[in-house]
C-alpha cells in the first residue's frame, strides 16, 4: 500500500461542483445580496494581491460577481444589519450567515485535528497541525484561516521536521467553532449548531475537504500483476465526526463503508466512480 497524502488541488469548485444541492449551484442563479462584510473582505485581497478566481473561492462568491466588484460594481446596501455584540467574547457581532463557503474547510481542518487552547485574559488560540510536505496544504489552511478571521495574524510553528503548527489567536474562536470544549473530541458531544448546518448542507465537498486534509489520506491500493486503486480512508475516535463525513458523501451521492474498533472507526471511500467524485472535491496529490 503506497501512502499518497491527499493535496491541495485548487479549488476548483464553481466548474467541479455537479451537484444541484449546492449553495454556489443555487447562488449563480438568484438574485443575492451580498453582505457588506463579504464584498469589503474582496477588496481587502485584492489589495493583497489575491487573484480574482481565488478570491471568489475563498469567499464562496461566484467569479464573475467578485470580477464585478473589483471592478468597482459594488452592490448597494441599502439596510445594514450589524449585529452589535457578542457577550460570549465580549467584542463585535457575529455574522455567522455571512461566513463564507470555505468555513466548512476550516470547520473540517478542526473536527478532524485542529485544536483550541485557552490563554490567559479570555483569548483562544485555534491551531492546526498538518504535514510539512504538503507546503499548499499549508498555504490553503493559512490563507483560509485569514479569511474568516481577518483581525487576527495567522502564525506557522514548526515542530520537528514533518509538522508544521498553522495557528491563529482570537477571542471569538469559540463562537466560530462552538464544538470547543473540555476534553477530546470523542469525549465530548459534536453537534452542530443550526447556522453550521445550513453552511455544510451547502458545500459539503469543502468539509470533507478539510475532513480529508486534517485526518484522512487518499492511498493508492496495489496488488498483483500490477492493480493499482486509489482509495480513501477518514480515521477518526468521534463516533459523531464519522457521521458528520458519511453525511457529507451522501449530499454528494458518494458511497462509503466504515469499519470500527473499540479506540476509533474508519470510513472507506473506494469504489472507482465514487473515489473520482471524492477527488473533485479533495484531489489526488498537490
Ligand atoms: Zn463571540
Redesign the pocket.
Known amino acids: 500500500m503506497v501512502q499518497d497524502h491527499v493535496g491541495a488541488s485548487p479549488w476548483g469548485f464553481e466548474s467541479l461542483q455537479p451537484h444541484s444541492n449546492c449553495v454556489r449551484t443555487v447562488r449563480e442563479h438568484v438574485f443575492v445580496t451580498h453582505r457588506r462584510a463579504t464584498v469589503k473582505q474582496a477588496l481587502r485581497l485584492k489589495e493583497q494581491g489575491v487573484p480574482a478566481c481565488q478570491i471568489g473561492s475563498s469567499l464562496g462568491v461566484p467569479r464573475k460577481t467578485v470580477a464585478d466588484w473589483l471592478a468597482g460594481r459594488v452592490p448597494l446596501h441599502p439596510r445594514s444589519s450589524p449585529i452589535e455584540h457578542?457577550a460570549?467574547?465580549d467584542?463585535p457581532g457575529?455574522s455567522f450567515e455571512g461566513l463564507p463557503a470555505s468555513y466548512a474547510y476550516l470547520l473540517g481542518l478542526y473536527l478532524g485535528d485542529g485544536y483550541i487552547a485557552r490563554h490567559p485574559r479570555g483569548v483562544y488560540r485555534l491551531r492546526i497541525s498538518l504535514d510539512t510536505r504538503y507546503p499548499d496544504l499549508v498555504r490553503e489552511a493559512a490563507h483560509t484561516m485569514a479569511v474568516i478571521m481577518p483581525a487576527s495574524r495567522v502564525g506557522r510553528v514548526l515542530h520537528g521536521a514533518r509538522c508544521i503548527e498553522v495557528c491563529s489567536y482570537s477571542k471569538?474562536w469559540p463562537?466560530l467553532l462552538p464544538q470547543h470544549g473540555p476534553g477530546q473530541k470523542h469525549e465530548r458531544s459534536i453537534r452542530l449548531t443550526e447556522w453550521q448546518e445550513r453552511i455544510v448542507h451547502g458545500v459539503p465537498g469543502l468539509l470533507l475537504r478539510g475532513l480529508i486534509h486534517s485526518d484522512g489520506c487518499r492511498f493508492v491500493n496495489t496488488g498483483r500483476g500490477g492493480w493499482r486503486a486509489p482509495r480513501y480512508s477518514f480515521v477518526n475516535r468521534s463516533a459523531q465526526i464519522l457521521d458528520l463525513f458519511c453525511f457529507a458523501c451522501d449530499r454528494l451521492g458518494i458511497r462509503w463503508t466504515t469499519t470500527a474498533s473499540p479506540s476509533k472507526g474508519t470510513v472507506y471511500v473506494s469504489r472507482q466512480e465514487d473515489v473520482e467524485l471524492l477527488d473533485l472535491y479533495v484531489g489526488p496529490k498537490m
Request: charged fraction near 0%; proline fraction near 0%; aromatic fraction near 0%.
Open positions: 457578542c460570549a467574547c467584542g457575529h471569538a463562537c
